[in-house]
């Protein structure tokens, strides 16, 4: 995963394929509670990892549930509504969706079966409003304590009576998680009567309550609901495990695929698995909304397919006041409409992880997008013909921001493009996805092509043990690139050939050899690892008389010739940094930016000596230098391809920098020259 300060997208032109999403965390820690109160084992698949759900999953294994995990499934017996453990101080970290429903459970379970129980967090937690669902528990006889500050965790729950026989009240209007944690506890008290929770001000995020009544259902606790005001759960209420449950995907994350399908499903669909129909999310109505732009969905209970309908898409004024997190990708896509697009009743997004209203007209208007903006509206009119422009889009460290603004790496197929200029867009701290999709950009390249041309290629050449490759792919793990080593292609020439008692020679012989390569070896590269077929060869090409066979060999045009394709076939989104001796001359001539080392031979030969003798062998400086010094006029001098650096390829000498340095001043260049000139556009 790239660790640069941002992230490049190549201009793309099509989208298909089928993604598959990570959990939706609301759903994932609901249903570790549920389960964990449940009498029975309960297989949770399609987990999400997050921080917020380790928590929860170390608090239960802590009260005694037996949990054992494996990857994103997880199986989890449950305490049956019995206390196994009497006595535990539980850390919660952050995780708001744990320390809440928690705090409930272990209350009334305290008060009815005795018991100590402390809860803490981080700083931050400790600074997160709990009274309400505290002054919720207290009248029912739960003994809460706030060893802290008063109304705020930490908590220690200590026993007490219960007194279940008047309704319990509870505040709805500044979190609904309160009101979650109730509804999730109580069915744990329910044995002797039925209980009833009273909303005391106006319910928000009701989308939320529902996904805890659906996931209390499939627990086998039907609660009764009233309005928004009332929810009486049933006399005798028990957690019954579902046995097999599976996490649906986020339906926010969908919105991102569902708009690329839209966008860019031109001619096959972009297929989402996780989510689908039968969601439980409120943010699944933003397959409506996408429909009303254009798009053309096909669902299933946990599936989605989205091609493009409409184009270009159709301009809407929607009030988006039930999907207001995944309405933030409807005025990404209103670049791409047929006028004025109108998003209205959104005043909630101006007290998101940033003022998203602010945000996004700021960052739209760099594209070059007419934007107005009021308290609790936004309208977007797409750039005119030709306006279109490079934009380098800040995020706010808000993960929505940075998802939503990958959908402008489309702006070719905008009906207001110019073909011949597609603009680029740099994401700043794209890292910030990870609040609830860390793989997002790598997510989004797997369903996204374009024309090789568009993507960004980076040539490192220079000669033998100039320390390319290690510049070359520290490079390409810091931009997240492709990696393209083309001296191991050469390399496997020569470690094959050798063992098919090719004589080096035999032009062409090696030549058929070089072809078989190109065209029908399967050749894998995973870090030092090079798998060919099921073998790694890795370690095998690194032999000295490896290295001078493929020297030999690669002097032949019909081998050049022949592995040409292949290197070619490297250039892969988001982009590729290909090291070798003619990157940047042959291969990849319209590469954005060239680097040609130049370290001396005495330098190179000191590296190389000095890398032997750590690998135990033994090894003789000069000896070094003068086949060093062979192969630099070897490959300088042969007719194809010689070594010899491109016009356009920036100098870097770096005899006397370490390899980070070397990738900081190569960075540098790069940043620099931003927006990148791409092949003949
Ligand atoms: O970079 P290296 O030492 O792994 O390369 C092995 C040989 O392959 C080198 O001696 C020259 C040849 N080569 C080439 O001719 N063109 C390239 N692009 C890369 C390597």
Known sequence: MYTTAFLDLPPLLTAGGTVRLPGSKSISNRVLLLAGLSEGTTVVHDLLASDDTHVMLEALRVLGCAI???????????????????????????????MRPLTAALSLLSATQGGVFTLSGVPRMHERPIGDLVDALRPLG??????????????????????????????????????????????????????????????????????????????????????????????????????????????????????????????????????????????????????????????????????????????????????????????????????????????????????????????????????????????????????????????????????????????????????????????????????????????????????????????????????????????????????????????????????RNISLDDAEGLEVLARELGATIPLRFEHEHIWLNDRDVGEAIRQEQIGQAASKLSAYPGVRQALLELQKAFRGLPGLVADGRDMGTVVFPDAALKVFLTATVAERAERRYNQLIQKGISANLDGICADLEARDLRDRTRAVAPLVPAADAQKLDNSALTIEQSVETVLGWWVEGWPHVIAGH
């Open 68 to 98: 054992e995990q494996e990857g994103d499934t997880v199986r989890i017996t449950g305490l049956g509504g019995q206390l196994s453990v009497k006595q535990a101080d539980l850390f919660l970290g952050n995780a708001g969706t744990a």
């Open 142 to 499: 739960c003994t809460v304590e706030c060893t802290g500050q008063e109304g705020y965790p930490p908590l220690r729950l200590a026993g007490g009576t219960l007194k279940l026989d008047a309704p319990i009240k509870v505040r709805g209007d500044v979190s609904s998680q309160f009101l979650t944690a109730l509804l999730l506890a109580l069915p744990l008290v329910s044995q002797n009567q039925a209980l009833t929770i009273e909303v005391v001000g106006e319910l928000i995020s009701k989308p939320y309550i529902e996904i805890t009544l659906n996931l209390l259902a499939r627990f086998g606790i039907a609660v009764e609901r009233q309005g928004w005001e009332r929810f009486i759960i049933p006399q005798g209420s028990r957690y019954q495990s579902p046995g097999e449950i599976h996490v649906e995907a986020d339906a926010s994350s969908a919105s991102y695929f569902i708009a690329t399908g839209a966008i860019a499903g031109i001619d096959k669909p972009v297929r989402v698995e996780g989510v689908g129909a039968a969601s439980i999310q409120g943010d699944i109505r933003f397959v409506e909304a996408a429909q009303a732009m254009g798009a053309q969905v096909t669902a299933g209970p946990n599936w989605l397919e989205i091609r493009r309908g409409q184009w270009p898409l159709q301009a809407i004024d929607m009030d988006c006041n039930h999907i207001p997190d995944a309405a933030m990708t409807l005025a990404v896509m209103a670049l791409y409409a047929n006028g004025t697009t109108r998003l209205t009743n959104i005043a909630s997004w101006r007290v998101k992880e940033t003022d998203r209203i602010a945000a996004m007209a700021t960052e739209l208007r760099k594209l070059g997008a007419a934007v107005e903006e009021g308290a609790d509206y936004i309208s977007i009119t797409p750039p005119a013909t030709g306006a279109w422009q490079h934009a380098s889009i800040h995020t706010y460290d808000d993960h929505r921001m940075a998802m939503c603004f990958s959908l402008a790496a489309f702006n070719p197929l905008a009906p207001t493009a110019i073909t011949d200029k597609p603009i680029s867009v740099r994401i700043d701290d794209p890292r910030c996805v990870g609040k609830t999709f860390p793989d997002y950009f790598e997510t989004l390249f797997q369903v996204v092509q374009t024309n090789p041309d568009l993507i960004p290629v980076i040539a490192v050449d220079g000669p033998t043990a100039s320390g390319k490759g290690t510049l070359a792919s520290a490079l390409a793990t810091r931009l997240g690139y492709q990696f393209l080593d083309s001296g191991s292609l050469y390399r496997i020439t020569g470690l094959l050939a050798t063992e």
